[in-house]
């Protein structure tokens, strides 16, 4: 069984910061990409940050310069760093990570169950 749980989410004033953590638990041998996503109500769920187990990463125009993507591989952590924030960001937010969990086992995508993130005066 593998869980990933999200936090950090909440109600915040445009212009204001959040950091979202996702932890792993579980059995796990080892955590390759981890991503966050945001699904807006009536839209499509939206990659807005990835990162390598080695640390390299990348960021949805919407979001680069404001938003930044980091891990613990020895915390099965990642978070996600949100500056200057807009109402636009309104969303729930995911966390993804592939996953396997015993040597030579299949490498599978896990998601978290999402953290609401308002941004609103």
């Known amino acids: 069984q593998v869980q990933l749980v999200e936090s950090g989410g909440g109600l915040v004033q445009p212009g204001g910061s959040l950091r979202l953590s996702c932890g792993a638990s579980g059995s796990i041998f080892r955590i390759d990409d981890m991503d966050w996503y945001r699904q807006a109500p009536g839209k499509q769920r939206d990659l807005v940050a990835s990162i390598t187990r080695g640390g390299s990463t990348s960021y949805g125009d919407s979001v680069r310069g404001r938003f930044t993507i980091s891990r613990d591989n020895a915390k099965n952590t990642v978070y996600l760093q949100m500056n200057s924030l807009k109402p636009e960001d309104t969303a729930v937010y995911y966390c993804?990570?592939?996953?396997?969990?015993?040597?030579?086992?299949?490498?599978?995508?896990?998601w978290g169950q999402g953290t609401q993130v308002t941004v609103s005066s």
């Open positions: 993804k990570a592939r996953i396997t969990r015993i040597r030579y086992g299949p490498n599978t995508p896990y």
